[in-house]
């Protein structure tokens, strides 16, 4: 039975990471807050993913700020955060009395939303963060990282989803990061979803291939419950299909989703200001705009792409561009099958521009692909090629329990080495994820600032009360 369409918003989280390097600002945000909130989203993410390393590191403002900020401004609208699972938003395994800690902070700072996810859809890696927004009280959301190869097939992902269902997820996403979910497989994989699940199924796709809004609509004719879209001005492309196009789109159907255009329209105008300046900053690249079918043959998503290209501009190899593109998929056979999300994009793709630059593959093998190959990340979905695992890690013993049942609690070890330096319990997460930016960004935030106009801000602040 058909029924109204929800949606999330995506333009203050993974529109901006996606088309403009994570660069927009709280000041970017706040004037349209009180607009956005009054639109009817089923959510709208803002935070996690790459937000938090960048607020610090290229944007000078707190992380835990922005969020408390953003709940103020928004009180009446589910706040939405990405989360990698046993990753937190850094890029390796936390333990358990972190991530607990980080998620009960993030709920109590305004989040209602937790979408976690795994780069490897090993259910092991999600289960401790899970397990704590249940207990905060929290939205839980558990992703199917979505991928194409001989292991990934509907059974597969339909087998996860009804593990990550029984597990307490809330509600089940399909997080086709890489845009590769074409819109006939989406029809019939939301149609055995909702066959097979009792919670609502969430769709999450980008533009990066061209199909992402018939997906969308394939999807919804085939029951989604809820989809990802950005606003028009850091719309499509490696971005999300378009929010306007999709509303107008349902309108006066069975599936409307409620929401009026005419709101939309003077949001979507504030942002066209920010993208302008983040185009004539150099920060949003056009090249993000448009659409690349390629990315369906060779299944890398847009970012990683741009990093092969910086990796061989470096070597001075760009015309290995191709022999690396074809050297990926044989890689990621050798290497399992893993999804290609971060961090196991960038394991993958760096290891194939060295197989390709040695002349010889595997002659030289990273940390990352070592520690991939002997099970730090997790269960890899297929089977590894053995001599490739061998020559890799040799006789290492290979991790096959859930590889964060080996990190000893931390978070008193965090507090310990941020003393004097954090101000509060916030502050010791930030420097668990990320030591030596949030040390940099803690250190400067506590100098004294001076204004050389406070006299003349002061004056003008008295005349306006």
Not at 6 to 18: F, G
Not at 152 to 159: G, K
Not at 205 to 227: F, K, P, S, W
Not at 272 to 279: G, I, T
């Amino acid at each position: 039975m058909a029924k109204k369409v929800l949606i999330t918003d995506t333009i203050l989280r993974d529109a901006h990471q996606s088309q403009a390097a994570t660069r927009m600002k709280l000041s970017d945000m706040l004037p349209a807050c009180e607009a956005l909130d009054k639109v009817g989203y089923w959510s709208l993410e803002c935070w996690g993913g790459a937000t938090f390393d960048a607020c610090m590191r290229f944007l000078g403002e707190d992380p835990w700020d922005r969020l408390r900020a953003l709940r103020r401004a928004m009180p009446n609208t589910r706040l939405q955060m990405l989360l990698r699972g046993q990753n937190l938003l850094g890029y390796k395994h936390y333990a358990d009395d972190v991530v607990d800690e980080f998620v009960k902070k993030s709920i109590e700072n305004g989040i209602d939303v937790v979408r976690i996810f795994d780069a490897l859809n090993d259910p092991r890696n999600m289960e401790t963060a899970m397990r704590a927004v249940k207990k905060y009280g929290g939205h839980c959301e558990a992703a199917i990282s979505y991928t194409v190869s001989p292991v990934h097939n509907e059974e597969y992902f339909v087998n996860l989803a009804k593990q990550l269902e029984n597990m307490g997820a809330d509600t089940i996403c399909i997080k086709d990061m890489a845009n590769l979910l074409l819109p006939y497989d989406a029809y019939s994989l939301v149609k055995a979803l909702k066959k097979e699940l009792k919670v609502p199924v969430h769709l999450h796709t980008h533009n990066t291939t061209g199909t992402g809004d018939m997906t969308y609509l394939m999807a919804i004719q085939a029951g989604v419950d809820i989809i990802d879209t950005a606003l028009s001005p850091f719309a499509n492309g490696t971005s999300q299909p378009s929010t306007e196009a999709i509303v107008a789109t349902l309108k006066g159907t069975e599936y409307d989703t409620g929401i009026k255009l005419e709101d939309l329209s003077d949001i979507a105008a504030h942002f066209r200001k920010v993208a302008n300046r983040l185009k004539s900053e150099g920060i949003l690249d056009p090249k993000v705009l448009s659409v690349d079918p390629n990315t369906l043959l060779y299944q890398v998503p847009g970012g990683m792409l741009s990093n092969l290209i910086s990796q061989l501009k470096q070597a001075k190899a760009e015309d290995k561009y191709y022999e690396v593109l074809s050297e990926v998929p044989r890689v990621r056979k050798d290497f399992g099958y893993p999804p290609l999300v971060t961090p196991t994009s960038q394991i993958v793709g760096s290891q194939a521009v060295l197989n390709v630059l040695a002349g010889e593959r595997y002659k030289m093998v990273t940390k990352e692909s070592k520690g991939l190959l002997r099970g730090e990340y997790g269960k890899l979905p297929g089977e590894i090629n053995k001599e490739v695992q061998k020559k890799a890690i040799g006789d290492a013993e290979v991790i096959t329990c859930r590889p964060a049942d080996l990190i000893a609690p931390e978070l008193d070890k965090y507090r310990e080495e941020a003393k004097g330096l954090a101000k509060s319990e916030e502050d010791v997460l930030s420097y668990a994820l990320f030591p030596q930016v949030a040390t940099k960004f803690l250190t400067e935030r506590d100098k004294p600032k001076e204004d050389p106009n406070a006299e003349r801000v002061l004056y003008v602040e008295d005349l306006s009360e």
